[in-house]
């Protein structure tokens, strides 16, 4: 028997020679290890890599991906103060007087039924005076006492887009409108509703975000 051969060991179980085999593991499982490593690996890559395209194609980047911070602090600013409410005159407490300052016809009459119809009494309706007649080249002109810049003038405006105003010294309420060349026709009804309702009932002004100092 060999000194190789362990004791207790023989015949078919002898070793011989003069080293001991060397004793491997076998091969197969490292590979199968390594290569689950490897596909772990590449789909972790891949998975990746579908995630930048996702996010390139939506317009970002990896780092805009991430849940946006919150930008500079603001202070909402005060509210301003409540603006004490104005009382307008009804269409129907305004007397308006209609005159006709352009060569054109009939202006005069049309522009009063027209008001008329939408509530306003109407008063002289005619020519406008020499002051004025062929000399007014806007739409025309709103003139009354000076407390109709705050009543009667702002109400009859919404019927005429784009006239202005001007105040004399008459001591009664009534006022005019003098149709000035540009005249094409009175605001149409749904504007001219629009416009009364937004000055009856103003909208507040919605609080602003100032960025706060420092």
Request: net charge positive; charged share 20%; with cysteine.
């Amino acid at each position: 028997m060999s000194m190789l051969t362990p004791p207790g060991m023989g015949g078919k179980y002898r070793v011989t020679g003069t080293a001991y085999p060397r004793m491997r593991r076998p091969r197969r499982r490292g590979r199968i290890v390594a290569a689950g490593i490897a596909a772990t690996a590449a789909l972790g890559l891949a998975g990746w890599g579908t995630y930048q395209l996702i996010d390139v194609f939506g317009g970002g980047s990896g780092d805009a991906a991430r849940p946006a911070t919150a930008g500079p602090a603001c202070a909402t600013a005060s509210p301003s103060p409540a603006v004490a409410a104005v009382t307008f005159p009804k269409p129907a407490d305004i007397t308006v007087n209609v005159y006709n300052a352009t060569p054109r016809s009939g202006l005069a009459k049309t522009t009063a039924d027209e008001l008329k119809k939408r509530g306003f009494t109407i008063g002289k309706v005619g020519n406008a005076p020499a002051t004025y007649d062929k000399k007014v080249p806007g739409a025309g002109i709103l003139l009354g006492a000076p407390d109709a810049t705050k009543g009667a003038f702002p109400v009859l405006g919404t019927q005429l887009k784009g006239a202005t105003s001007r105040t004399d010294a008459r001591a009664t309420a009534d006022v005019d409108l003098i149709i000035g060349t540009a005249f094409s026709a009175l605001t149409a009804p749904q504007d001219a509703t629009a416009a009364m309702t937004a000055l009856l009932h103003p909208k507040p002004k919605t609080p602003t975000c100032v960025p706060e100092k420092g």
